[in-house]
Nanobody
Framework: VQLQASGGGLAQPGGSLRLSCAASGFTLDYYTIGWFRQAPGKQRELVATVSNTGNRNYADSVKGRFTISRDIARNTVHLQMNSLKPEDTAVYYC?????????WGQGTQVTVSS
């Protein structure tokens, strides 16, 4: 059972990145998937979630800029990040939760800088 996060990198302010969270050993469809982030010196915070029924929720700081979506065929969840800001700089983590199951992927670094 593994979650693999990818897609981080360096982006300019106003730019875009797409993060991916791919699962192996289990099916993401049955899980609530969340993207979290942690900036240096700060606590980890929730960015976006998508439930197994398709309900989506976003932190106020990313509403209208970020979109979480499922790619069922690839057993992957994406986080499309547009209009990036320097304050979006952080290590991003994906999480899959269902009942007592709780899996974390390794982090992927997102840096927004000119």
């Amino acid at each position: 059972v593994q979650l693999q996060a990818s897609g981080g990198g360096l982006a300019q302010p106003g730019g875009s990145l797409r993060l991916s969270c791919a699962a192996s050993g289990f099916t993401l469809d049955y899980y609530t998937i969340g993207w979290f982030r942690q900036a240096p010196g700060k606590q980890r915070e929730l960015v976006a979630t998508v439930s197994n029924t398709g309900n989506r929720n976003y932190a106020d700081s990313v509403k209208g800029r970020f979109t979480i979506s499922r790619d069922i065929a690839r057993n992957t969840v994406h986080l499309q990040m547009n209009s990036l800001k320097p304050e979006d700089t952080a290590v991003y983590y994906c999480n899959a939760q269902r009942y007592y199951d709780n899996y974390w992927g390794q982090g992927t670094q997102v840096t927004v800088s000119s």
